[in-house]
């Protein structure tokens, strides 16, 4: 019998030096606060009895990680934000951990998406802008030629934070914005030719 798939996802972040694999990590505020509050330190236990940390770029998940019955979050994303202290490359003219941030959430994102997650709720990871912008370009895909019928569920994206917290939604909106023109770039390059006539360009630039 197939199990449901998931139908709540969660996004955390975790520090860690990648050049060492015997790191054993330490997750950010909101991923700390879920592994107490919520898996009585099983989720870090378990991440650690899975091997190295992740590393930038990469996402580790979790199943059924809450002890109850039915958890509200029926599947967990780790993911590797490197060390603590990466800021501006000035040879790269790359912040580092902002890059850290989007590629890894990007990865979590896609990888719950393609298990047909309903709802993803990302934490900040530390900067709630670049953690929007890499959900919302990790779940994109081009499906303007596909029938309806047969498209691909796109899962909702929202921001995890507590009622009581201070959370930066103006951030996490300014994240999606800048994901959604990136987004519309990469329609547009994979539009076929035939189709995206210079006056149909033109029209999508205008709107």
């Known amino acids: 019998m197939c199990a449901d798939p998931p139908s709540r996802g969660l996004v955390v972040g975790v520090f860690a030096d990648e050049t060492d694999r015997n790191d054993a990590g330490?997750?950010?505020?909101?991923?700390?606060?879920?592994?107490?509050?919520?898996?009585?330190?099983?989720?870090?236990?378990?991440?650690?009895?899975?091997?190295?940390?992740?590393?930038?770029?990469?996402?580790?998940?979790?199943?059924?990680?809450?002890?109850?019955?039915?958890?509200?979050?029926?599947?967990?994303?780790?993911?590797?934000?490197?060390?603590?202290c990466l800021g501006y490359n000035p040879y790269e003219v790359l912040d580092e951990q902002k890059e850290a941030i989007r590629r890894s959430v990007a990865a979590a994102c896609r990888i719950l998406a393609e298990l047909d997650t309903d709802r993803i709720e990302v934490e900040n990871c530390g900067h709630a802008e670049s953690a929007a912008e890499g959900a919302a370009l990790g779940i994109w895909l081009y499906q303007e030629l596909r029938n309806p019928q047969n498209r691909i569920p796109v899962p909702s994206l929202d921001l995890y934070a507590r009622k009581d917290e201070v959370c930066d939604l103006e951030g996490w909106r300014i994240g999606l914005q800048k994901a959604a023109a990136q987004n519309?770039?990469?329609?547009?390059?994979?539009?076929?030719?035939?189709?995206?006539?210079?006056?149909?360009f033109a029209q999508n630039v205008v709107e």
């Open 26 to 84: 330490v997750l950010t505020a909101a991923g700390w606060r879920y592994n107490v509050q919520k898996t009585a330190g099983r989720l870090l236990e378990v991440l650690r009895m899975s091997g190295p940390m992740p590393k930038r770029g990469e996402a580790r998940l979790f199943f059924a990680i809450e002890p109850e019955r039915i958890p509200y979050y029926s599947v967990v994303a780790v993911v590797g934000l490197g060390k603590e």
């Open 184 to 200: 519309l770039t990469r329609q547009l390059q994979e539009m076929p030719s035939n189709l995206l006539t210079p006056t149909a």
